[in-house]
């Protein structure tokens, strides 16, 4: 039986050409048993007709906040309670941008902001409005209220130009939708700690060594670790992010203070995930008051000394040993020195990807990635880091139990 079945989901339609995939989205939900009412806005009712939708649903379709006939039992609000997933598809970059700004001017919108269901949105548009600062910035602000972001796939689209921003195919969405409703604690009864973002190096009270990791894709997969069940532990350098839910938090600066909890962590844990981008040295001292520039010299000279490698040190442990996770960030030759660092740091397993590669690696929300481990290669297409944390928290869970 599908972890569809009898499930209550709101299909909210924007506007977009996207939105005839939606008919054949209607069908597939209800052929696994799903109870689908749509939500139509002005925009997509120049697209497709409400007919279509309330032949192939069974229901009749919602278009209107302000409808009398359903407000007088104040209809909105009880297809806002009814509902246990709101998926948005197609999500035009106007509809996610009223979502990031809260607003509620159509029935679509105010469902959203009234319900406690849990809200997918599955983006289309123009690759160029897609890759437009301001739509970066909603997308960004609606994952971090926990809103599912499927998508958006890549290639041709209607107006000629090729990129992101391909609503996902049907088949690919009811795949999303299904994983939202199956139970999968993968990690249930385990302990995992997970290091995240980066580390600076104190030069004196005012300036530091440090990177460009965000902490993206080490908060995605302790968040995503939590929800298989696992009991969390993030490890967390210098980044603004909030604490994904049910996960410990312990907050660090330097890559010697990082050390420090990751070696409590590691006491305590079965699996440990060194997502963090440490840096590799510190300066040699750190002046106790800010360095003054000589207006007389043209160069000057930093001593810098080597950081701990925290993970190989975890891998290196003959007690208490956890199933050890490190990362490889590279810029050339990236399978290559990922096995290298894999056979050389003892590691159980090893998850690389090109940090030079545009729209992907640091401070990106996509990413993709190779996972390799002693007896092979699996590479993961280019994902959110969400989706993709998903995946590697799946593949880390499989590793495990096979040990």
């Not at 009898?6 to 050409?17: A, H, Q, Y």
């Not at 844990?269 to 997502?275: K, R, V, Y």
């Not at 290196?316 to 990236?334: D, M, S």
């Not at 993709?388 to 495990?400: H, S």
């Amino acid at each position: 039986m599908s972890s569809l079945a009898d499930k209550r989901i709101l299909l909210g339609i924007s506007g977009g050409i996207a939105a005839y995939k939606s008919a054949d989205l209607v069908r597939r939900l209800k052929e696994r048993g799903a109870d689908v009412r749509v939500v139509m806005t002005a925009g997509a009712q120049e697209f497709v007709r409400p007919m279509t939708y309330q032949a192939l649903s069974g229901n009749p379709v919602h278009t209107d906040l302000l409808d009398p006939a359903a407000e007088a039992a104040m209809g909105h609000i009880e297809l806002a309670k009814w509902a246990e997933l709101i998926l948005i598809a197609p999500a035009s970059a106007q509809l996610m941008a009223k979502l990031a700004a809260g607003m509620a001017d159509d029935l679509l919108t105010t469902l959203c902001l009234a319900s406690e269901a849990t809200l997918a949105i599955a983006p289309a548009m123009n690759q160029a409005m897609w890759r437009h600062p301001a739509t970066a910035a909603n997308t960004e602000t609606l994952h971090t209220r926990g809103t599912r972001i499927w998508g958006p796939d890549a290639g041709s689209q209607a107006c000629g130009d090729v990129g992101p921003g391909r609503m996902l195919e049907p088949d690919a969405l009811v795949a999303e939708a299904e994983s939202l409703f199956r139970p999968q604690q993968h990690l249930a009864g385990k302990r995992v700690a997970v290091t995240a973002g980066p580390t600076r190096e104190a030069l004196d009270p005012v300036r530091f060594l440090s990177n460009h990791s965000s902490g993206k894709m080490g908060f995605a997969l302790a968040a995503a670790a939590q929800r298989a069940g696992a009991e969390v532990t993030l490890i967390a350098g210098p980044v603004n992010r909030p604490t994904p839910p049910g996960v410990k938090r312990v907050d660090v600066i330097g890559a010697l203070e990082m050390r420090d909890a990751a070696e409590r962590a590691a006491d305590l844990c079965d699996i440990f995930i060194a997502a963090a981008a440490v840096a590799d040295f510190r300066p040699e001292k750190t002046s106790g008051q800010k360095i003054k520039k000589k207006e007389d010299h043209e160069r000057e000279s930093l001593a810098l000394v080597k950081n701990p490698d925290i993970v190989a040190g975890i891998a290196a442990r003959e007690k208490l040993r956890p199933f050890t996770v490190g990362f490889a960030a590279e810029t050339e030759k990236v399978l290559e020195h990922a096995r290298g660092k894999l056979a050389r740091k003892h590691l159980d397993l090893i998850i690389a990807n090109d940090v030079s590669a545009a729209d992907s690696g640091f401070d990106s929300d996509r990413n993709a990635v190779t996972v390799i481990d002693r007896s092979g290669s699996c590479e993961l297409p280019p994902a959110l880091k969400t989706e993709l944390a998903e995946q590697l928290i799946e593949l880390i869970a499989d590793r495990v139990s096979t040990q």
